[in-house]
């Protein structure tokens, strides 16, 4: 029996539940409904079940010290040195810049260019004394001016061979065209992608702005994860402290009590064995003290880490009424209620169907391609020799073209396709995704809800836990001292004392802890606006 007493304490320190195979109390009713205490304990029962300070050492140790940590400080400062939620506000800068350029990509294409070009020297030439011409680059053949083959009355520009290559009536006499060998060119082009306002502009914006709303989702979800794991960090880092405590006032009790068996012992009244078994007794309460004590080292280390603190600040001290019975919390009398809220609430849920939207948009945005693509354009030319001009001479010229042009790529209709499946292979893993985590809300809420059941009937039957070890310790030392009782029925007290202490306090921080969970697990916590705001300001600026 005393191993398996200490072997629960043993527990205890290391934050497992104590009450580990409690049946479940019944569910707690609103204050305002007649039938609350028939049904369970309610949030009266356990102001009620308050912890007497005078005579509970670990109440004493527990009372709030002016400038101590609160559970709500160490939330604030976890999210505001979590790289977690920083990364998250990253991903919304990101989002909000994909957005931008999703509609730049609209926009109307306006391009402008400046070129300097030296070409080879060439020439036409119509006064070729033997009634030739040059025409191209040099050395490219001879023409020749004569009658055209189908209308001798004509004169048609003649080839080596004699066929004609254009048809002219010219007389060639003293005919001569000098091409520059400089060029210069300053021009602009517009193009307007008719077709995509039409079939992909409304899809492609309306995707972007659900990324970056699933994205601004994602952070808050983040923050409020961060701050109740905060939260729970602080109660397990007072539950260590409670339970050192406790330890270390287990080890006075015995210390006392193996004096009082020494005392026994040379008066004749107690054997050897009784005080071996004390001071084995008292060893065993050291090194459950240096176990609690590790414990709270530990669980300090954790809060450190998390508030970005270094490891060789002061000690932490309890700013918060642990022992207080919580602020009620509204509407949580029926699960199946709190599990349809937690999944309409949650913000990861509601993340993810954001990330739905945004791949549904964008596989419409993409079907698009599908079709011919219209395009409008016009274009500026100010050239010096522009090539519109004949002939061509060295001095500026402007010259402009506006038109519309329908493309068709039979490649992009392939490639279309398959970028489809893969947009909707991403949208059916988000989906299961989604529907997986709202099986793990399901079972978060319920055991969130089951842990809160189980705290507040253990809150009420504490006190009385604690009452009747106490007595049963004294009386157990009273008859030890007059011979009427064993060492080891003393042992077996002690143990439940420290048990009941312990357990008293535990299920107080277990409410606690429970409401956290209760409240992030439903959905009903959201990220102050500061907070939210100030990450999200430059993604809504876009």
Known sequence: MQLHVYGALACALAGAPLLAHAAPAPAPSDASEPSATAEGPTEDDIVEAEVEEHVNPVAQALTPVDGGLTA??????????????????????????????????????????????????????????????????????????????????????????GLPVGAAALDTSGFNIEIPLNSWSLQAELAVPISDYILSLVPARRGSVAQREAAQLAHDAELIKIETDARLAYYDWVRASAASVVATEAVTRNQQRLEDVQSSFDAGVASKADVLRFDALVATSEAMVSDAQTAEQLTAQRLAVMMGEERDRPGYTIGEAIIDAPP??????????????????????????????????????????????????????????????????????????????????????????????????????????????????????????????????????DTRRVEAAEEAYRVATDLFRVGQATATDLIVAEAELVNAELQAISSRIDLRAANARLLYASGRLTPSPAKSSSSGRKSKAS
């Open 328 to 461: 009620p919390i509204e509407r949580v009398e029926d699960l199946d209620r709190l599990i349809s809220e937690a999944h309409q609430s949650r913000l990861e849920l509601r993340s993810l169907y954001k990330s739905t939207d945004a791949l549904e948009h964008g596989i419409r945005a993409t079907r698009a391609q599908y079709f011919p693509r219209l395009d409008a354009f016009a274009q500026a030319t100010y050239a010096n020799p522009n090539q519109r001009f004949f002939p061509q001479q060295q001095e500026w010229n402007g010259s402009w073209a506006v038109g519309a042009q329908i493309t068709y790529t039979v490649n992009n209709s392939i490639m279309t396709r398959a970028k489809i499946r893969e947009y909707q292979a991403d949208k059916r893993t988000l989906e299961l995704t989604a529907e997986q985590l709202r099986r793990g809300v399901t079972m978060e809420v319920t055991s969130a809800y089951l842990d809160r059941k189980r705290a507040m009937t253990n809150i009420v039957l």
């Open 72 to 161: 709500d400080e160490v939330a604030e400062r976890a999210v505001l040195s979590s790289p977690e939620v920083a990364i998250k506000r990253a991903e919304i800068e990101k989002a909000a810049a994909q957005l931008d350029q999703t509609m730049i990509q609209f926009f109307p294409i306006l391009k402008g260019t400046a070129s300097y070009t030296r070409l080879s020297p060439a020439a036409i030439n119509f006064n070729f004394p033997s009634g030739g011409a040059s025409v191209g680059a040099q050395n490219e053949g001879l023409l020749t001016v004569g009658p055209c083959p189908q209308n001798p009355a004509a004169q048609c520009v003649l080839d080596s061979g």
